[in-house]
């Protein structure tokens, strides 16, 4: 297996505002299990962001400069509020194929997030329907977020997009609904050590990757995390399954993770419930009624978000049951 390590900085022309775009060229070519150092970008808010974040305590030289150029350089021309680093191509990935991504490292590029309100969105838009934002100042060498001045909320870093590229014909696409090439997933448990499986639709996977995360609760309700520039560290690898991976599935040290995602929060329940029994049966061997009984005995499903268009929910199967065997990604489908 290869081992060589790719660097991919922020830059005008490795990045897209607002979509996955499939005309896209890739900003890089990797081959199976090669690593890649990705930089990404929280894009600026309105009016003057170094004056919003001096003004909430963050020092003018900690303020990123890859954020301000983004902003000054790149259009947002997609509908998403995102900048998304990519694409990149996985060499050997083809329709069909399931592209495994395993996180690696994740390192903060700023010592601060941005966490807003938006009268357009979030769960309770209607009691809360002024626009606010907040800068988070970070405590990097404690790991916490200073939320308030007695509320410190431990650090927790993860990209809430991982995506492969959507079926081209569906041609720009908006980076704020999660779907069945994953995206806008925001599932905290995404963060080092964990491994995300892709269902691949177009030539060589095209991944994307952004909207990175300081600390997120599940259901990220008030619309935001806290929202940051983060650096990940990527290894690849492409399989061809036995049937058809039709959704995100992810695995932790301590989970299986199945995902629901849909407009409706019982269709997306539904969805997921579906996909544990499935993974339980392709997996694990397991009789589909047994698999049935087991997801309602010990599996959790969760809420992972609410705000974004498609509401997504997330299953935790505890590898323990099966001795903390890791998934076999040629069995997907099955």
Same mark, same amino acid.
């Given at each position: 297996?290869? %081992?060589?390590?790719?660097?991919?900085?922020?830059?005008?022309?490795? #990045?897209?505002?607002?979509?996955?775009? &499939?005309?896209?060229?890739?900003?890089?070519?990797?081959?199976?299990?090669?690593?890649?150092?990705?930089?990404?970008? %929280?894009?600026?808010?309105?009016?003057?962001?170094?004056?919003?974040?001096?003004?909430?305590?963050?020092?003018?030289?900690?303020?990123?400069?890859?954020?301000?150029?983004?902003?000054?350089?790149?259009? !947002?021309?997609? &509908?998403?509020?995102?900048?998304?680093?990519?694409?990149? !191509?996985?060499?050997?990935?083809?329709?069909?194929? #399931?592209?495994?991504?395993?996180?690696?490292?994740?390192?903060?590029?700023?010592?601060?997030?941005?966490?807003?309100?938006?009268?357009?969105?979030?769960?309770?838009?209607?009691?809360? &329907?002024?626009?606010?934002?907040?800068?988070?100042?970070?405590?990097?060498?404690?790991? #916490?977020?200073?939320?308030?001045?007695?509320?410190?909320?431990?650090?927790?870093?993860?990209?809430?997009?991982?995506?492969?590229?959507?079926?081209?014909?569906?041609?720009?696409?908006?980076?704020?609904?999660?779907?069945?090439?994953?995206?806008?997933?925001?599932?905290?448990?995404?963060?080092? *050590?964990?491994?995300?499986?892709?269902?691949?639709? +177009?030539?060589? +996977?095209?991944?994307?990757?952004?909207?990175? !995360?300081?600390?997120?609760?599940?259901?990220?309700?008030?619309?935001?995390?806290?929202?940051?520039?983060?650096?990940?560290?990527?290894?690849?690898?492409?399989?061809?399954?036995?049937?058809?991976?039709?959704?995100?599935?992810?695995?932790?040290?301590? !989970?299986?993770?199945?995902?629901?995602?849909?407009?409706?929060?019982?269709? /997306?329940?539904?969805? /997921?419930? @579906?996909?544990?029994?499935?993974?339980?049966?392709?997996?694990?061997?397991?009789?589909?009624?047994?698999?049935? @009984?087991?997801?309602?005995?010990?599996?959790?499903?969760? #809420?992972?978000?609410?705000?974004? *268009?498609?509401?997504?929910?997330?299953?935790?199967?505890?590898? +323990?049951?099966?001795?903390?065997?890791?998934?076999?990604?040629? /069995?997907?489908?099955?």
């Amino acid at each position: 297996m290869a %081992t060589n390590l790719h660097t991919i900085e922020t830059t005008p022309e490795t #990045v897209e505002w607002g979509h996955y775009d &499939p005309d896209a060229a890739a900003i890089d070519t990797v081959a199976p299990g090669e690593t890649v150092e990705i930089e990404t970008v %929280t894009p600026p808010q309105d009016g003057d962001h170094v004056e919003f974040l001096t003004d909430a305590g963050i020092a003018r030289e900690d303020v990123l400069d890859d954020e301000l150029t983004i902003a000054e350089e790149v259009a !947002h021309d997609g &509908p998403g509020p995102h900048v998304v680093t990519g694409p990149i !191509h996985v060499e050997g990935a083809t329709p069909g194929d #399931v592209l495994e991504v395993t996180v690696k490292d994740i390192e903060f590029r700023a010592p601060y997030g941005v966490n807003l309100i938006l009268p357009t969105g979030g769960e309770l838009a209607e009691q809360f &329907p002024r626009e606010e934002t907040y800068a988070v100042p970070f405590d990097r060498e404690a790991g #916490v977020a200073q939320f308030a001045p007695d509320v410190e909320v431990p650090l927790d870093p993860f990209f809430g997009i991982m995506a492969t590229g959507p079926e081209p014909t569906q041609g720009p696409t908006n980076t704020a609904p999660p779907d069945y090439f994953g995206g806008n997933l925001d599932l905290k448990q995404l963060g080092v *050590g964990s491994t995300l499986y892709l269902p691949v639709h +177009a030539e060589g +996977a095209q991944f994307w990757v952004g909207d990175g !995360h300081g600390v997120q609760g599940n259901g990220e309700v008030c619309l935001t995390a806290a929202e940051t520039s983060l650096t990940g560290t990527f290894e690849f690898d492409v399989h061809e399954p036995a049937g058809h991976l039709d959704w995100p599935v992810a695995e932790t040290d301590e !989970h299986y993770v199945v995902t629901g995602i849909d407009p409706s929060l019982d269709a /997306a329940m539904n969805q /997921a419930v @579906r996909a544990c029994v499935s993974l339980l049966e392709s997996q694990q061997g397991l009789a589909p009624a047994d698999a049935y @009984r087991l997801a309602s005995l010990a599996v959790d499903f969760n #809420v992972t978000q609410v705000v974004n *268009g498609n509401k997504g929910i997330h299953g935790l199967i505890p590898k +323990a049951l099966f001795d903390g065997e890791s998934l076999d990604p040629a /069995a997907f489908g099955a």
